[in-house]
């Protein structure tokens, strides 16, 4: 077994860093040890690309407007 097979692709899905460096969930894939994946993944810092492509956005705190109901003449009600 060669060291690469030994590399899983992963994707963060939180802030942290360590000894990969700085990476949040805009950071691109990264290579790991199957160690190393297994030790990110218990504390849910990371998925792996293979599982799950690209880990979508983490949800922003933002609320979507809430939409307005309009009456019979159009006019929002209120």
Do not use: C, Y
């Amino acid at each position: 077994m060669s060291a690469e097979d030994n590399e899983i692709l992963v994707q963060p899905v939180k802030t942290f860093h360590g000894e990969e460096g700085f990476k949040t969930p805009d950071s691109e894939p990264f290579a790991v040890s199957r160690q190393r994946m297994a030790d990110l993944k218990a504390n849910e810092l990371v998925v792996e690309v293979a599982a799950a492509e690209k880990a979508a956005p983490a949800a922003s705190n933002k609320s979507a407007p809430t939409p307005r109901n309009k009456g019979k003449n159009g006019d929002a009600a209120d």
